[in-house]
């Protein structure tokens, strides 16, 4: 069973999100994960799972301490996005 | 069916390489993940998948362009490692 929170997926029992985000280069790709990279390093906290490829990061978040879907972390990690942008 | 080849673990029909990378905190991993883009950005070249968390990073290499496993790339991100350094 799947829900949509915005762009990003509710995933199993828990309060798991998932998001795939596209992108036409690799330089964007690159872009996209260094800022992923600074948002984890100043925050102290990091997404469970990230799995990428030259023109795709599929990103994974843990749910909150109180067991809820991360909705803040998926919109400062969906702020980061630029896919067309270089 | 798979083989080692040191590390490395090939994969399926075509020559793919998989090897996962452990490491004790998110810090050495973070160093890691920084160096492997340092190694595609200068390449321009760059792993078919990399699949991380906060301890672990899983790399998937293409085969070379004539068909072999890509074992100098292999060579080249297992000098990147540093499981226990920081």
Redesign the interface.
């Known amino acids: 069973m799947s829900d949509q929170i915005g762009q990003w997926e509710t995933r199993g029992k828990t309060q798991t999100l998932f998001r795939r985000f596209n992108f036409e280069r690799?330089a964007q790709t690159?872009d996209f994960?260094?800022a992923l990279?600074e948002l984890?390093?100043a925050d102290g906290v990091?997404?469970?799972?990230?799995?990428?490829?030259?023109t795709y990061v599929n990103v994974t978040l843990d749910p909150t301490d109180s067991g809820q879907a991360n909705h803040l972390l998926a919109q400062r990690i969906d702020a980061l996005y630029k896919p067309t942008g270089h």
Chains 1, 2 share one sequence.
């Open positions: 690799y690159r994960m260094d990279s984890a390093q990091h997404p469970q799972n990230i799995n990428f490829s030259s």
